[in-house]
């Protein structure tokens, strides 16, 4: 039986926000009031005081608050998530991982896009720069901000996590079996001190898959370092997806406050509410930016650096995330709802 049949069969649904890994456990619905209260969150405009009614309503009431509207009349929103590369006591810093989690409604799939974060790309109100520097220089605003004007899309919210935090996450997710090849395993356990890990199936620690997420110095590069980030999400919900519920509970409201969101409380409750009255599931194809055959290798002010044949890049993941594009598109279809604001508040 193949995972999407396992997943409708037993009704749970995990959707990995982050990465590494955020996973919000369906079917909880009574408890996701409190369970989100633990989520760090970047206040905007409407944010605080909607958390603030929220947080009156009893538990009974929690699941009708969800914003069951937010994705009304939009077949697509996308959630970034980003891994940031910072370590104890240092203010914000570059974006170390970049992943869309995009929710299909036409098709009932979530998909997962990484950006390589070397992609050279112009930077509204700043020099061209590698992509990452967008998130230093302005947080998640400036971050959604150059990916929608450089590719198109609308970012609808974002989740963050640090790497203590993906440490202390994956403590509570618990140990991943991952596949490695030899000279992975010799990388990981030189790195780690350890002797081990072996070519084939490994049992790896929280320790152990961070330092497998991060790693671009064995294959080809960053490239397989975005595969690999991805594969661990992968690799988590295939895990957690054999849990019973009370497990998923646990580890969700364990994992919450090591996480960072511009999301409001009832706009989260609507996507896990989107997801099970769908009965989605994860898209098992993932992609990355930029695409084979569309970028070169520069090295630009001492940089090594992935420059992007823009509208090539832009025509792909517009097709990964919204389907491929057609003439009557154009005229107001699907091809218009990756330009409209998307905004979920």
């Known amino acids: 039986m193949d995972i999407e049949t396992r997943i409708k069969r037993t009704r749970i649904a995990i959707v990995a926000i982050l990465g590494a890994v955020l996973i919000a456990a369906l079917g909880a619905f009574l408890f996701f009031n409190s369970l989100l209260g633990g989520v760090g969150r970047i206040e905007k405009p409407g944010t605080a005081q909607d958390d603030k009614t ?3 309503k009893s538990d009974e009431d929690s699941w009708k608050s969800a914003d069951k509207d937010v994705m009304k009349d939009k077949d697509v929103q996308n959630i970034l998530l980003i891994g940031q590369d910072k370590r104890e006591g240092e203010e914000r810093q570059r974006s170390d991982s970049m992943i869309i989690c995009s929710v299909n409604k036409k098709t009932g799939k979530i998909t997962l896009v990484s950006l390589m974060r070397d992609m050279y790309v ?65 990388y990981l356990n030189y790195e780690l001190d350890r002797t081990d890990l072996k070519a084939g199936m490994n049992s790896m620690d929280p320790k152990a898959v961070l330092m497998y997420a991060r790693t671009r110095y064995v294959g080809d590069g960053d490239y397989e370092r975005t595969e690999r980030q991805r594969k661990v999400l992968m690799t988590a919900f295939a895990k957690l997806r054999k849990s019973d519920l009370g497990t998923i509970v646990r580890v969700a409201k364990s994992i919450l406050p090591y996480f960072t969101t511009d999301l409001t409380r009832r706009q989260m409750l609507g996507y896990v509410y989107t997801v099970i009255t769908d009965d989605m599931t994860i898209n098992r194809e993932t992609y990355r930016l930029p695409v084979d055959g569309a970028y070169t290798n520069q090295r630009i002010n001492e940089m090594d650096v992935l420059v992007p044949d823009m509208e090539m890049n832009k025509e792909a993941l517009i097709e990964y995330l919204y ?23």
């Open 54 to 56: 929220q947080k009156e």
């Open 122 to 186: 112009p930077i509204p109100g700043y020099e061209s720069n590698r992509i990452n520097s967008s998130y230093s220089l302005g947080g998640m605003d400036l971050l959604d901000q150059t990916i929608e004007e450089d590719f198109g899309v609308h970012i609808d919210g974002n989740v963050e996590v640090d790497f203590a935090g993906f440490i202390k996450a994956m403590t509570n997710v618990g140990d991943l079996d991952i596949y490695l090849r030899q000279e992975e395993a010799d």
């Open 323 to 345: 389907g491929p594009q057609d003439d009557s598109a154009q005229d107001g279809g699907t091809q218009d709802a990756h330009a409209q604001s998307g905004d979920v508040s």
